[in-house]
C-alpha cells in the first residue's frame, strides 16, 4: 500500500455513515466501491435496512459542518429539498422537569429534514465522484481472509438476480451498522474481537406524521425526572410535515392509536408536545422501532487487529438513537478515517492504519457517548456498566440542567457541548461555575420556599 495513492476500497453499506466514507476513500483510492444490501433510488426513500428512519432524527453541528466542508454548496441542496437551516441554539425548544431551556443563538447552524431526503442529498453527490461507483442489491455475504498475510483480502456478494461474485481490495469498510458482521468474522477467523460496553435501553419508538401547522417549531421533552421513562421530539420535515416521535425506556411504548398516542404524549414532563399535536390529523400510518441498548465496540482495545477490515458509524458504536448523535458520530469517524489515510506514517503498515485509525475514532465517539451513558443512566431499569463518578456527575447535571432554563450564556454553552462543538470539560469553566451555582441555587430556593407556602396555605384553610 502506498502512502500516497492506493488501489481499491469497497464499502459494506450505502447508510450516511458509508457514503461518507466513500466520499474520504475517494481521495486516497484510485477506486471506491460501495456494496447496499438494499435497492438504491436517486430520490428520497425509506429502506428495510434503516428502519429507525422512520422516526426522528437531528443532525447536530459537526456534522453539519462535516457535509458542508466535504459538498460545497450543501446547504443549497438542504433549502432545494425543501429542508431548513437554523442556529441550534433556537432552532428547537427543549423542555423538561426544571422548565424550558432559555432559547438564544450560538451562531452555529444545522440542518432541518427527514433521514431519507439528507441521505438522498449525500447519496446523489457520492455517485457523482468520477471514481466511485454505488452498487444496490448487494448483499455480501462472507469474507476470503489471506492466513498468509493477516488479513481480510476479499468479500463475496450476491446481487439480485442471484449470481454469486468475490471482490478483492486493499481496505473494506464495514459500515453496515447495528446489522454489521465484523465480530462475527474476526472470530470465525481467529482474531481478536473487541471488547463491548452494552447499556441496556429497551427504547421503543413510535411516530406519526402530521401536517405541520403554520410557522410550527420543533421542541423536545426529556425525560421527566429520575422515575420517569418517557420522551417526545417533534421536528419540522420538508413538504410541510411535522414528525412527532414518542420514546420509553425500559418496555414503555406509546399505543399506535390516536386515542393512545395523545394519551402517552399527555403524560410527558411538559405538556406543549401533546398541545402542538392534539387536533392534527396523521397523514401516513404510525410506525414503531425497537432498541435493546446502547453498544460501542472498543476495537481501539485490540492487540493485534486484523489488517484490511475497519468498522466505523454504527457498527462500531451504536448509540441511543433518541439523541441524535448517530449520524454525526459516524461523520466524525468518517474525518478520522481522512485523517488517517493523510498521515504518511500511519499508512506505512496495513495493521498501523487500522489501530492509527481506531485510535482516532475512539476519542471521537467519547464525548457523544458520555453525553448519552449520562442520560440513560438516569433512568431506572437502564442497566450496563455506569460511568466512573456517576453520582457526582449526576449532580452536577441536575444543578446544569436547571441552570440552562435560567441563565442564558450557561444555555449556550451546554447546546455547544450538545451539538459536539466543545469538550464537556468546557462546563467547568471559571466563569460558568459560579453562574451555574447561582442559577440553580435560585431555582432550589424559589421551590423551597413555595412548598413553605402551599403548607402555610393548606394550615390556614
Request: proline share 5%.
Amino acid at each position: 500500500m502506498s502512502a500516497q495513492r492506493f488501489d481499491h476500497a469497497v464499502v459494506l453499506g450505502g447508510s450516511l455513515a458509508g457514503l461518507l466514507s466513500a466520499r474520504v476513500l475517494a481521495d486516497h483510492f484510485a477506486r471506491v466501491t460501495v456494496l447496499e444490501r438494499d435497492a438504491l433510488e436517486d430520490a428520497a426513500h425509506h429502506r428495510k435496512g434503516t428502519p429507525q428512519a422512520h422516526h426522528a432524527h437531528g443532525l447536530l453541528v459537526r456534522g453539519a459542518r462535516c457535509l458542508a466542508e466535504r459538498f460545497p454548496g450543501f446547504a443549497d441542496d438542504v433549502l432545494a429539498a425543501g429542508g431548513r437551516i437554523s442556529d441550534a441554539g433556537t432552532g428547537l425548544r427543549w423542555l423538561g422537569p426544571a422548565g424550558e431551556r432559555v432559547a438564544g443563538p450560538i451562531g452555529a447552524a444545522t440542518f432541518q429534514l427527514s433521514r431519507p431526503a439528507l441521505e438522498a442529498l449525500v447519496r446523489r453527490r457520492v455517485a457523482a465522484l468520477p471514481n466511485v461507483a454505488l452498487h444496490g442489491a448487494a448483499d455480501v455475504t462472507g469474507v476470503r481472509f489471506d492466513d498468509r498475510a493477516r488479513r481480510f483480502a476479499a468479500v463475496s456478494l450476491c446481487d439480485a438476480n442471484g449470481r454469486a461474485a468475490e471482490i478483492a481490495a486493499d481496505l473494506f469498510v464495514d459500515a453496515r451498522g447495528r446489522g454489521s458482521r465484523i465480530v462475527e468474522w474476526l472470530r470465525a477467523h481467529q482474531q481478536e474481537a473487541p471488547p463491548e460496553t452494552r447499556i441496556e435501553i429497551d427504547l421503543t419508538y413510535t411516530t406519526k406524521i402530521y401536517r405541520a401547522p403554520e410557522n410550527a417549531r420543533g421542541l423536545a421533552v426529556t425525560v421527566g425526572g429520575d422515575r420517569e421513562t418517557r420522551l417526545g421530539v417533534l421536528l419540522r420535515l420538508e413538504g410541510g410535515r411535522w414528525m412527532a416521535t414518542l420514546g420509553g425506556y425500559c418496555g414503555d411504548a406509546a399505543p399506535r392509536d390516536d386515542a393512545g398516542f395523545l394519551a402517552f404524549a399527555r403524560s410527558l414532563a411538559s405538556p406543549a408536545f401533546a398541545d402542538a399535536i392534539e387536533g392534527l390529523e396523521p397523514l401516513e400510518e404510525t410506525c414503531s422501532f425497537r432498541t435493546p441498548a446502547s453498544i460501542r465496540r472498543h476495537f481501539e482495545r485490540t492487540a493485534e487487529p486484523a489488517a484490511g477490515l475497519i468498522a466505523l458509524g454504527d457498527a462500531a458504536c451504536a448509540f441511543n438513537p433518541i439523541f441524535g448523535q448517530g449520524m454525526s458520530s459516524a461523520a466524525l469517524q468518517a474525518e478520522c478515517l481522512a485523517e488517517t489515510l493523510g498521515d504518511a506514517r500511519a499508512c506505512a503498515d496495513e495493521r498501523r492504519l487500522v489501530r492509527s485509525f481506531y485510535a482516532r475514532a475512539s476519542a471521537a465517539v467519547d464525548l457523544p457517548w458520555q453525553l448519552a451513558a449520562g442520560e440513560d443512566f438516569r433512568v431506572p431499569g437502564v442497566r450496563g456498566e455506569r460511568p466512573r463518578a456517576f453520582l457526582l456527575q449526576r449532580r452536577f447535571a441536575d444543578r446544569l440542567r436547571i441552570a440552562t432554563t435560567r441563565d442564558a450564556e450557561v444555555a449556550a454553552a451546554f447546546t455547544r457541548v450538545g451539538h459536539l462543538l466543545a469538550p464537556m470539560r468546557s462546563l467547568f469553566a471559571p466563569r460558568l461555575l459560579p453562574r451555574i451555582w447561582r442559577a440553580s441555587e435560585r431555582r432550589r430556593v424559589a421551590r423551597e420556599e413555595a412548598g413553605i407556602a402551599g403548607l402555610s396555605g393548606g394550615a390556614a384553610g
